[in-house]
């Protein structure tokens, strides 16, 4: 079982950065593929950026590329976002997501139903 928990959300200006964190149990948080996933109030959930298991290999979402940079620390079994140059459509509740299915690559990986675990999820607001 993996149990991923969300941190660093809030409320934040136009412009503005936050720093995303995802902390992950287990033991073999290293192997795992893992992504970030959110959701606005009456909208379908939206992937956002995925990162391999080494943290070689980044893929992200159309709406976010070139802002917003998915990282890793395996030693610390955590997984990050970090947001730059937000924008009022960035808000939503962010997810921590994790495929605890060994892959070499990412693949498919921009689909929720790739994962197998999930966090609570944490609220970004960001305000013009």
């Known amino acids: 079982q993996v149990q991923l928990v969300e941190s660093g959300g809030g409320l934040v200006q136009a412009g503005g950065s936050l720093r995303l964190s995802c902390a992950a149990s287990g033991r073999a948080f290293s192997s795992y593929t893992m992504g970030w996933f959110r959701q606005a109030p009456g909208k379908e959930r939206e992937f956002v950026a995925a990162?391999?298991?080494?943290?070689?290999?980044?893929y992200y979402a159309d709406s976010v590329k070139g802002r917003f940079t998915i990282s890793r620390d395996n030693a610390k079994s955590t997984m990050y976002l970090h947001m730059s140059s937000l924008k009022p459509e960035d808000t939503a509740v962010y997810y921590c997501?994790?495929?605890?299915?060994?892959?070499?690559?990412?693949?498919?990986?921009?689909?929720?139903?790739?994962?197998?675990?999930w966090g609570q999820g944490t609220q970004v607001t960001v305000s013009s």
């Open positions: 997501a994790a495929d605890s299915r060994f892959s070499w690559s990412l693949s498919h990986k921009d689909y929720a139903q790739s994962y197998d675990y």
């Open positions: 990162i391999n298991w080494s943290g070689g290999s980044t």
